[in-house]
């Protein structure tokens, strides 16, 4: 019988272990050029020399990965075996970019242009703006981004798609709000949010007509001004968007018309939708930095708060379990939040200064 058991504990054991591995995690170091990789809820390996690390960002395309750091520089990696295969510096100062079928373009701070690269980060064509360039999105055969200091909205289109080398030219301009900051994109809709007009922009990128949506909060009080689009949360009927100086987070209906501001612990600056939407993750800024709180999206209440022991940069929530990765920066950890029954599971440890968490999703063997 003891041995029947044995046996039992061991096969739980290596099907636990074999079905975390489909998950792996790499997380941003941000005072230290490198990268951590977890795996089965513990840290692995880490990716050194990744250049500057302050907002770096990470994405995937099937078995490709792309970085880009704060320095300009774009380094292509595979996500399986973590092995650089390429790296090529765009500019003194980029944050945005896309991976295209047969290109990656980054938009650029300094030198002031949008980068067009082949897939393995080989130039194909720099495209100068005059402006630091946000917001930098794809659809169908156009690119879309934001001029900062411009105050436009330029779509380049592909003159050569389907017949191999891009060649991107400037289809469309949109003179558009003061300072465009940030945008995203959902179905054929380009939203683009400014830093000096009480509004934000919307883009048909089917029938390319723009218009001006002003966004009010309570009390048809205006917007302040809207945060980083990389903050706001859409699920299939409601917006959620982190109020700007108050201690809530506004909801929305998917046409912006207001449903409620719901009052939270302190000043809200990210939030983060559950793989299921049902829940929302938002974490905070100022001496509310350790703190993050889960909102249920059907209610509209807020049914959890856990307070860290140090500031709070990053959620992610797993794709394929009920786990929530928290990164608390000074505190040199990730903590894993058990979401079935809101416990913290896990600290794991020897991550330096972690900041954003970007989540790979392996084939598994069957």
Avoid: C
């Avoid at 765009?90 to 897939?119: C, E, H, M, P, Q």
């Avoid at 380049?156 to 945008?183: C, R, S, W, Y």
């Avoid at 201690?247 to 939708?273: H, R, S």
């Amino acid at each position: 019988m003891r041995f029947l058991i044995s046996v039992f504990l061991l096969g739980v054991t290596f099907f636990s272990t074999t079905l975390s591995a489909k998950e792996k995690y790499f997380v941003v170091e941000r005072e230290s050029a490198s990268v951590a990789v977890i795996e089965d809820g513990l840290v692995r390996r880490h990716m050194e020399n990744m250049h500057n690390m302050n907002h770096g960002i990470i994405k995937f395309d099937g078995d490709d990965a792309y970085l880009i750091s704060r320095d300009g520089y774009v380094v292509k990696f595979d996500p399986k075996t973590e092995k650089i295969e390429a790296e090529y510096k765009t500019s003194k100062s980029a944050i945005g970019f896309v991976i295209g079928k047969n290109y990656v373009a980054v938009a650029n701070y300094d030198d002031k242009s949008v980068d067009i690269l082949t897939r393995d980060l080989k130039p194909i064509d720099k495209i100068v703006t005059g402006s630091k360039n946000v917001g930098i999105k794809i659809y169908k055969d156009m690119i879309i981004f934001a001029q900062m200091d411009n105050d436009k909205v330029t779509v380049l289109k592909d003159e050569n798609h389907g017949k191999g080398t891009p060649k991107f030219k400037i289809f469309k301009e949109f003179k558009v709000g003061q300072m465009p900051f940030d945008a995203m994109i959902k179905d054929n809709t380009y939203i683009v949010g400014f830093f000096l007009t009480k509004a934000f922009g919307v883009i048909d990128l089917d029938t390319m007509k723009f218009s001006e949506i002003k966004v009010t909060a309570k009390d048809n009080k205006p917007v302040l001004k809207v945060p980083h689009f990389g903050f706001w949360s859409l699920s299939e009927d409601k917006t959620f968007i982190p109020a700007v100086g108050d201690n809530a987070v506004m909801v929305y209906d998917n046409k912006f018309n207001f449903i409620k501001n719901v009052e939270m612990k302190g000043l809200p600056v990210f939030t983060a939708l559950s793989p299921d939407k049902k829940y929302l993750a938002v974490t905070f800024s100022g001496k509310d930095f350790p703190t993050i709180q889960i909102l249920d999206t059907k209610t509209l209440k807020v049914i959890q708060t856990f307070t860290f022991t140090g500031k709070v940069l990053h959620v992610r929530w797993s794709d394929l379990y009920p786990k929530l990765y928290v990164s608390v920066n000074d505190a040199n950890q990730i903590n894993v939040i058990d979401t079935n029954e809101w416990f913290l599971e896990r600290e794991i440890f020897q991550v330096k200064a972690p900041s954003g968490i970007f989540l790979y999703q392996m084939e598994t063997k069957k």
